[in-house]
């Protein structure tokens, strides 16, 4: 009789699909870089951790959205102005690439800073992307990973 080693296989999937990426927010005024960390799983949803300068580290989360959202694309287009450069007023981001998945991602720190961001991803290559965020102080950063 054949045996089955389910709960071990299980075991074994979950620790290979889930696992930490960085990631790197680049601040448009200062240049700093901050480091950032994902946790993937093979879904659209996961754990996120940003690090700053000061030693505070927000935890929050992300979600990416297959197909269609709505009220997407106010940070992204306060960044990504359609010159390339920062701006500090868009309502929206507008455009069809095949295969493109949105997202949006917050993480909250111990010394009350809030960061939102959103960001746009393949689905041919969900670990890799890049968008745009900015935090409750004025910040604003490219997203990069």
């Not at 620790?15 to 601040?27: K, P």
């Not at 949803?45 to 959202?69: F, K, N, Q, W």
Request: contains cysteine.
């Amino acid at each position: 009789m054949r045996q089955i080693h389910f709960p071990l296989g299980i075991v074994f999937i979950m620790t290979l699909l889930s696992c930490a990426l960085s990631a790197r927010l680049y601040n448009l005024e200062t240049g700093l870089v901050l480091p950032a960390r994902f946790y993937y799983s093979g879904g659209g949803t996961g754990r996120a951790e940003i690090r700053l300068p000061d030693g505070e580290i927000c935890i929050g989360e992300y979600v990416t959205i297959v197909g269609g959202s709505t009220s997407w694309g106010n940070i992204f287009g306060s960044v990504y102005s359609p010159t390339g450069s920062a701006s500090g007023l868009a309502h929206s981001f507008s455009g069809n690439i095949d295969n493109l998945q949105k997202g949006t991602a917050i993480g909250t720190g111990s010394n009350g800073t809030i960061i939102e961001c959103e960001y746009l991803t393949s689905a041919w290559s969900p670990t890799d992307g890049y968008g745009a965020c900015h935090d409750n102080r004025g910040n604003k950063y490219k997203l990069m990973f």
